[in-house]
Structures are given as structure tokens and as C-alpha cells.
């Protein structure tokens, strides 16, 4: 939720904790499914004894599904069930227009572990496009799958896929005056989903780590709002600011050294800080008596983008990391707020007014072009999907939150809900470092 908008809400004790969840989200494709290629995910072939312990097949063709650019063929469609290559009859793949065919196989290597092997095909050629092996224990074979469909969509597009990513995001459950809040952090398919905090106070702006192993975010136990780091592999986690007044917004710089944030240090007025971790120097960015929040680090670390509202109406801004006069960047509509650079660089993700609904827009950095990319009419909190392909954000669905994503054309659109209660803030991990 905006910060311009930030309620100081008396707050209590909490909770907190790492654990399973039972529900996991379920994903709704909502828009633009008509115009993707059609391919075929063959179910993989099992070399052992007994049943296939895992389907594989059904992972892969979900994960390129819902990066907006496959559309996979269903099961029942296929007219031949091939496992290698020399058993493809792409003349029977032609007749249904599929475009590519996979192909693989999974044989056992030991009681705990598997080997996987796969083809990728391109149908009016004949020809190979990809083939690949790969060993996972049993624990491991969903992540394997999506290791999978990584290749595959890289091997298609030329971009890095982002099935093997996850996405942290606020959970809010119970009755709305006593509402549970928790911290969870699931796959990118909405699957794993585990609980790093609980509390009956709110938590809100997570954000990822560089490297994706740890979590900044905004805890409002105690009192006050306050900003923790937590590992997400230990749980263990510190609290990196508790100044006087609002402590919000953190987000991390390219090298992992310092957050950014928003403070008000007791005055009132709230301001962009950084702060260094190792040794807690907080320097000011900006000095402004206007309301300057919500910063995103630039890739490069030398620029941080924020809102203000310095112009009578809450627009997008950029300033040196290290101080100095700010620039605008956002001119269209009276409201552009919560800026989330691309990773290329070139693009804002923004909250943006369009005709009076909040609806999720890109800004172009150099020109300051905006096009709109959503229809609702409170969406918020955009964030980048890592390749830059996707934005996930908060929105509404029957009068509860959910989250949506969006490709970066706006023509591929899926919705994202819990089983129970709201789903708000979230954030999309970088890259997992192998």
C-alpha cells in the first residue's frame, strides 16, 4: 500500500515463525491466453519399476503456461504419447498446429535418486532445438521441473525464465478487527508457501535481498513501525531501524551494503535515507518539506528513484545515491507513485491515476512516456519479475485482495488467491544463485 497513505496504527506483541502452510494460491490466467504459441509438453516416459513418482510433465507445461507466451496442448489433444526423439511423428503434431514438442524420460539411479533427460523439438523444421540431463533427489524433483522450464523458455525467447524464482507477499486472515498477519514466501507457481512471521500487527514492504537469501520488511510490533532483516534459511533475523517516527519503505542497494528507506526521525516530515548495515551510518537524501517516500535503488546503485509530493501531487523523482539536487521523472496524470525500476533499467513500474482509478503504468526513464497496463481500479505495489518481462501486483477480486501479474505489454493477464483471507505487498526474488 502506498506510504503516502500510511496509517500509525498501536500495535502489540508477535509471533514469529517458519512454517508449512496447508493452502497454497491458486492461479487464474485472466487475459491474452488466445495469442500465445501452442507446444506440447509430452508426459515423460519412467524407466522403473512401478508407477512414475513424479509428473514432471504437468510442472513444465503449468511454468510455460503461465509465463503468457506458451500455450501448452492438453493431454487429451496429443494424438501420439513420444519419449525420445525418434518416436516423434511431427506429421501429427502439424495436423493440431503445435508449434514445438518436449519430449523426455526419468529413469532411477538409486532409491533417492533421478535422472532426467529432455528434448526440445521445433515441429515445421524437424529439427532439435535443445537437449538436456539432469540429476535430482526426490525432494527435489518439483524444482527440477522448473529448472526445466527455464531452459526451455530461454531456449525459445532468448530470456531467462523465472519458474525456479518465488515471490514474497503480506497474507492478512481472520475477522477485520482482529486480522492475523504473516510474512510468506512460496515458488513462483504459488507452491511451498512458507510462513516467516506471524503477528497481529501489520507487516508490510517486503523486499528482497540481492542475492535472495534474506528479507527487509516493515513490522509495526512494539508500537511503532520498524524495519527488520531476516535470513530465510535460518529465520533469524535483526532489527535495523527503530528511530523515532515513521521507519518505513526499505529497499536494498545492487551490492546488498545498504537499504534505503523512508523516516521521519521524529519530526513529522518523511525523507529518503540510506542506511549501511555493517556499521548503521545513516546518511539523508533528501531535505525537502514535502512528503518524499517509497525509493527503489537504480541497477547501476548510483541513482535512487522516490515519490514526492513536492509538485502539489505525488509524482516520481531520482537522486544520486549519495545526495544532491532530485530530477522528475513522471509528468502524465496527477498521481505516479511507488516507482520500481526494471531491470534493464529503462522502465518505471508505477502506481498512476487513470481517470480516477489506481491502475499499475510504465514510465519511460529517458522520455517520460507512460503507458497503462491494468484495468482495476486499486491496483498497487508493482514489482518486476526478474527477467522484466512480468509485473506482479496487489488488487481487488470480490471484494477481497489478491495479486495479478502482467506482462510488461499488457496483453497476458493471471490472478493470484489464497484459499482464505487477503493477499497483499509483494515482492519477486532476483535470480536463484546456483
Known amino acids: 500500500m502506498s506510504l ?47 508407477a512414475n513418482p513424479y509428473d514432471l510433465a504437468s510442472v513444465i507445461a503449468s511454468d510455460l503456461s503461465r509465463s503468457g507466451r506458451f500455450a501448452p496442448v492438453p493431454e487429451s489433444g496429443m494424438l ?13 503434431w502439424r495436423i493440431i498446429d503445435t508449434e514445438v514438442v ?43 521441473a522448473h529448472k526445466v522450464s ?25 475477522d477485520g478487527l482482529q486480522p492475523t498477519y504473516q510474512l510468506i514466501v512460496a515458488d513462483a507457481d504459488g507452491e511451498n508457501a512458507r510462513i516467516l512471521m506471524e503477528s497481529k500487527q501489520p507487516i508490510m514492504s517486503p523486499a528482497w535481498s540481492p542475492d535472495g537469501r ?24 535483526r532489527r535495523v531501524s527503530a528511530r523515532k517516527g515513521v521507519n518505513s519503505a ?23 535515507y540510506k542506511l549501511e548495515l555493517a556499521n548503521q551510518v545513516l546518511t539523508r537524501l533528501t531535505r525537502w518539506p514535502s512528503i518524499e517516500t517509497e525509493p527503489s535503488w537504480g541497477n547501476d546503485g548510483k541513482l535512487i528513484y522516490f515519490t514526492s509530493d513536492r509538485s502539489g501531487g505525488p509524482q516520481v523523482y531520482r ?10 521523472i513522471s509528468f502524465e496524470g496527477k498521481y505516479n507513485a511507488r516507482p520500481r525500476i526494471s531491470p534493464d533499467g529503462t522502465k518505471l513500474a508505477v502506481v498512476h491515476n487513470d481517470r480516477g482509478n489506481y491502475r499499475i503504468a510504465l514510465v519511460d526513464v529517458e522520455r517520460s512516456y507512460t503507458q497503462v497496463l491494468t484495468e482495476g481500479n486499486l491496483d498497487e505495489s508493482p514489482a518486476f519479475a526478474p527477467n522484466g518481462e512480468m509485473l506482479i501486483y496487489a488488487s481487488r477480486a470480490g471484494g477481497r485482495g489478491v495479486l495479478s501479474t502482467v506482462s510488461v505489454d499488457g496483453r497476458f493477464e493471471q490472478r493470484i488467491a489464497a484459499a482464505n483471507g487477503e493477499i497483499r505487498e509483494p515482492a519477486w526474488s532476483p535470480f536463484p544463485i546456483n
Open 250 to 272: 526499505p529497499v536494498w542497494s545492487p551490492d546488498g551494503r545498504f537499504l534505503a528507506l523512508t523516516l521521519s526521525k521524529g519530526d513529522g516530515n518523511l525523507d529518503i
Open 102 to 144: 518436449i519430449v523426455g524420460r526419468m529413469k532411477p539411479l538409486s532409491a533417492d535418486e533421478y535422472q532426467i533427460e529432455f528434448r526440445v523439438f521445433d515441429v515445421f523444421r524437424g529439427e532439435q532445438l535443445l537437449g538436456y540431463q539432469l540429476r535430482s533427489g526426490a525432494a527435489g524433483l518439483r524444482s527440477a
Open 80 to 92: 501420439q504419447k513420444p519419449t525420445t526423439g525418434a518416436e516423434i511423428d511431427f506429421s501429427d
Open 150 to 174: 527455464d531452459l526451455i523458455y530461454e531456449t525459445l525467447t532468448g530470456i531467462k525464465g523465472v519458474a525456479s524464482t518465488r515471490i514474497a507477499y503480506v497474507s492478512v486472515v481472520g
Open 4 to 50: 503516502l497513505r500510511l496509517r500509525i496504527v498501536l500495535l502489540g506483541a508477535f509471533l514469529c515463525l517458519s512454517s508449512a502452510l496447508h493452502a497454497e494460491l491458486t492461479i487464474e490466467i485472466t487475459k491474452g491466453q488466445g495469442e500465445a504459441v501452442p507446444i506440447a509438453v509430452v508426459p515423460f516416459g519412467w524407466t522403473g519399476s512401478g
Open 214 to 237: 534474506k528479507l527487509a520488511y516493515v513490522s509495526f510490533e512494539n508500537g511503532q513501525s520498524q524495519v527488520f532483516v531476516q535470513e530465510l534459511r535460518s529465520g533469524a533475523r
Open 319 to 328: 537522486i544520486s545515491a549519495d545526495g544532491g539536487s532530485a530530477a522528475r
